[in-house]
């Protein structure tokens, strides 16, 4: 399949770096038929976080689950720095710290006793695995609830347990199942303060969203994911590029002409800052807005125009 | 290495539902030894007392209590695990589907060894006669055990949702109970019951047990049978584990 991709700048570095996970040809078609992925070919580097946006449905925790050995697929590859999680799933779980979508911790399990004993099941010894929940506890600020249970801790809370329990064995490369979701805005803010954290201690992040303020705040490289299809791929600046109309005027139409009621907010495209300029000396503009199109715009787009392909 | 990596993976899954259980003592003392005991008085109540039925109740409670432990219990906490996702903590973990099986099977073999000793304890009490062969009777305690454990491991896969899971538990437990001659003798059964007790478990269990607490030859046959049933269920069970879909 083709990823539409503007700009060489960014093949050129991609060809540099080294590659965390490699996904070639990755078709998943479930027993009833649905195609969920289809042909995806995506690197994700070292060190650097990817996001995976999409419509419900478009086949991003698929496409996770597959990668974390959870799924096998129909056709295509996938290597976890150079292992096949389908042919080694423990050797790549190893590598791999999972937040699953639907995942759920031990309710009975204080905060220290999920550290510790995950971090076993990690392969960690018993003071390795001591030593990790000293580490990972002040980390994650979990101090007060070390020895609470979780079925008392709150949704925001848990949800950084399950961090620090991807955390755990310190595994190289991250995959995160839309951490963020179902948490309030605060707690939101702090799963992505701990996703940043993470970049900066070199670790790969892949993680799926809804939230297109996620993406674009924690993502050096942005894959949109539609009916199975990788259809776009790149930096922010590379998804601005790829859409044909990149400023957005608005403006009062008032007195613009007859039919237009006057009070009226005209919404004009261009492709770049002169055509925008070219309309405000056109139209005489006094009273204006202009602003750079956002990821949002490019989603809705893309979403737009795939949903208009798929109707005709 | 990956030997002691396995053993030690074993014992973790172990702990973890260890600590559940530590959490649900008041409902292990209910369901594990009170429900058993009230089956024990009641059959005694009502089919008299002599030593040779009495013993035959006790193991009834015994085998009453692994089975409410192991398929039902045990059943129903895999079943949440699978549907609350608590599982997946051991699916995205580098745990395969055997050492999770046995982690949760060598649970329920010490917490039921551990029951078997308060019933011990209470057939003193109870002045139920028994003479115990404790090598055959640790076998045939610990093959029941891990056919039942395994079969609410397979019961805990197959459940299409929490709520069909949680009557099929509790289903299975008891029917394998009741239709299984364990408070009665083979020979009351009518035939075709005859032919399809041969194939449960707690047949084998109840003669095995009954006769490793009186002291009577003949336990070999059913520890063979019960290893044999054991094997399958364990086999099935790691094969039921949903670690990977296709």
Same mark, same amino acid.
């Given at each position: 399949m083709r990823v539409e991709r503007r700009g060489t700048g960014a093949f050129m570095n991609d060809r540099q770096r080294k590659t965390a996970i490699s996904i070639r040809g990755l078709i998943k078609r479930y027993p009833d038929g649905t195609v969920a992925n289809r042909g995806i070919d995506l690197d994700v580097f070292e060190g650097e976080v990817l996001s995976i946006l999409g419509p419900n449905g478009a086949g991003k925790t698929t496409l996770v689950r597959q990668i974390t050995a959870e799924l096998n697929p129909t056709s295509g590859s996938i290597k976890i720095k150079d292992v096949d999680p389908f042919l080694e799933p423990l050797k790549a779980k190893q590598l791999m710290g999972v937040i699953p979508q639907e995942g759920a911790l031990f @309710?009975? &399990? #204080?905060v220290q006793e999920h550290l510790y004993f995950f971090g076993r099941l990690k392969g960690l010894t018993k003071g390795s695995a001591r030593a990790q929940v000293e580490r990972l506890i002040p980390l994650l600020s979990l101090e007060e609830y070390r020895? +609470? +249970? $979780? +079925? $008392? &801790? @709150?949704g925001g809370t848990q949800r950084r347990v399950f961090i620090a329990l991807a955390l755990s064995g310190d595994p190289p490369i991250m995959v995160l199942d839309? %951490? #963020?979701?179902? &948490?309030?805005p605060a707690a939101r803010r702090d799963v992505w303060d701990i996703i940043r954290a993470v970049k900066k201690w070199g670790r790969t992040v892949i993680l799926t969203t809804h939230y297109l303020e996620e993406a674009e705040l924690l993502s050096d490289r942005i894959g949109i994911l539609q009916g199975g299809e990788l259809k776009r791929l790149g930096t922010l600046e590379d998804l601005y590029r790829s859409? %044909?109309? #990149?400023y957005r005027l608005f403006y009062n139409g008032a007195g613009e002409s007859a039919e237009r009621p006057s009070s009226e907010r005209v919404v004009y495209d261009a492709a770049d800052f002169e055509g925008v300029q070219k309309i405000i000396e056109e139209r005489r503009l006094t009273e204006y807005s202009i602003r750079r199109i956002s990821l949002e715009d490019v989603y809705l787009e893309l979403i737009g125009a795939e949903r208009k392909k798929n109707e005709t | 290495m990956r030997l002691k990596k396995t053993l030690s993976d074993i014992s973790i899954i172990a702990r973890i539902y260890y600590l559940q259980f530590r959490d649900q003592t008041g409902k292990y003392l209910f369901s594990g030894l009170l429900i058993p005991l009230a089956s024990f008085l009641m059959a005694s109540a009502t089919a008299g007392s002599e030593p040779r039925q009495q013993l035959r109740f006790f193991t009834g409670a015994l085998l009453l209590s692994f089975s409410i432990l192991t398929i039902m219990w045990l059943g129903s906490i895999l079943i949440e695990d699978r549907f609350y996702g608590r599982l997946k903590l051991f699916i995205t973990a580098p745990v395969s589907p055997a050492s999770y099986v046995l982690g949760v099977l060598f649970y329920a073999n010490v917490l039921g060894l551990a029951t078997s000793l308060g019933f011990f304890l209470g057939a003193q009490i109870l002045s139920v006669p028994i003479r115990p062969q404790i090598l055959e009777l640790f076998l045939v305690v610990f093959l029941t055990l891990t056919t039942f454990a395994g079969i609410g491991v397979v019961v805990s896969q197959y459940a299409g949702t929490l709520q069909a899971g949680g009557v099929l538990a509790d289903a299975v437990s008891i029917i394998l109970i009741f239709l299984s001659p364990v408070y009665y003798s083979m020979e009351t059964l009518p035939k075709s019951m005859q032919v399809l007790a041969a194939f449960l478990p707690p047949t084998y269990a109840a003669d095995g047990i009954s006769k490793g607490l009186t002291g009577k030859t003949g336990v070999g046959e059913d520890i063979l049978v019960l290893f044999i049933m054991s094997v399958i269920t364990l086999t099935v069970a790691v094969r039921s584990v949903r670690w990977k879909e296709g």
């Open positions: @309710s009975h &399990l #204080t020895k +609470k +249970k $979780i +079925k $008392i &801790l @709150s839309e %951490p #963020t979701a179902g &948490l309030d859409v %044909p109309k #990149t | -």
